[in-house]
C-alpha cells in the first residue's frame, strides 16, 4: 500500500538552530514528491517539488532532498516565522491522487 | 496572477442540513481537486475534477458529491451532514491533471456541524 511518513510530528528549535524534517514513502513509481508549509486555519502553501533521487532545491533558509525511499526538509538557522506545519505528499504511478503525510509541526522559539 | 479562492471561509451548519462550496481556481488551470483535513486523519482526497469530469475519487460515502464547470470552477456539495464532516474543506488547482503538476491550495472552508 502507498505511504507517506514523516517524521518527527513535532520539533522545537531554538532560533539559529539547524535541523532536518523526515518523509519517507513507499509508492510504485514516484511521479513527484511535493512539500508543503500549512499555517494554522490556512491552505497549504507550496514549497518545492522534486521529481527524482538526486535532486536538490533551496528556497531562503530551506533545502529539499530527495532519495529513492525519503526526502528530507534541512532548515537553516531558522526564525521564528519558519513555526508551522510542514506537510509531505506523493504522487505515483500507481494511484491518482496525492498523498499527504501527517505533517511535522515545527516551533521555533526566538 | 490571483490564486485559487473558496467560498465561504467559515460555515456553520447543523446536522441533517446540506452545504455547497465553492471554489475557483487559478486562472488557466483546468483541474481543481477537494480534500477534507481534521486534526486526526490530515489531509484526505475526496475528488478530482479536470474539463468538467470527475477523474478520481477518494474514499468519502456518497453524500459527498462534486462538479466542475466549464471556466474550471467547481463545487462540492455535502447532503445530510454528520457531525463527524465538521472539518477543513480545501481545494487545489493544477494546471491539467498531470500527476507531475504542483497543486496550489485555496485558504479553505472551515465548516462547523452542530
Known amino acids: 500500500e502507498d505511504q507517506v511518513t514523516q517524521s518527527p510530528e513535532a520539533l522545537r528549535l531554538q532560533e539559529g538552530e539547524s535541523s532536518s524534517l523526515n518523509c519517507s514513502y513507499t509508492?510504485?513509481?514516484?511521479?513527484?514528491l511535493f512539500w508543503y508549509r500549512q499555517d494554522p486555519g490556512k491552505g497549504p502553501e507550496f514549497l518545492f517539488t522534486?521529481?527524482?533521487a538526486g535532486e536538490e532545491k533551496e528556497k531562503e533558509r530551506l533545502k529539499a532532498t530527495l532519495t529513492k525511499k525519503e526526502s528530507f526538509l534541512h532548515i537553516t538557522a531558522p526564525k521564528p516565522e519558519d513555526s508551522a506545519t510542514y506537510l509531505c505528499?506523493?504522487?505515483?504511478?500507481?494511484?491518482?491522487?496525492?498523498?499527504f503525510g501527517t505533517g511535522t509541526r515545527l516551533l521555533v522559539s526566538p | 496572477k490571483a490564486g485559487v479562492t473558496q467560498t465561504p471561509r467559515y460555515l456553520i451548519k447543523t446536522r441533517g442540513q446540506q452545504v455547497t462550496l465553492s471554489c475557483s481556481p487559478i486562472?488557466?488551470?483546468?483541474?481543481v481537486s477537494w480534500y477534507q483535513q481534521t486534526p486526526g486523519q490530515g489531509l484526505q482526497f475526496l475528488f478530482e475534477?479536470?474539463?468538467?469530469?470527475?477523474?478520481n475519487k477518494g474514499n468519502f460515502p456518497g453524500r459527498f458529491s462534486g462538479r466542475q464547470f466549464s471556466n474550471s470552477r467547481s463545487e462540492m456539495n455535502v447532503s445530510t451532514l454528520e457531525l463527524g464532516d465538521s472539518a477543513l474543506y480545501l481545494c487545489?488547482?493544477?494546471?491539467?491533471?498531470?500527476?507531475?503538476?504542483?497543486?496550489?491550495f485555496g485558504p479553505g472552508t472551515r465548516l462547523t456541524v452542530l
Open positions: 509508492v510504485s513509481g514516484l511521479r513527484g
Open positions: 505528499a506523493v504522487h505515483g504511478t500507481g494511484f491518482q491522487k496525492l498523498v
Open positions: 486562472s488557466g488551470h483546468r483541474s
Open positions: 475534477y479536470f474539463s468538467e469530469t470527475q477523474r
Open positions: 487545489a488547482s493544477s494546471l491539467t491533471a498531470s500527476s507531475t503538476d504542483t497543486q496550489y
Open positions: 522534486l521529481y527524482s
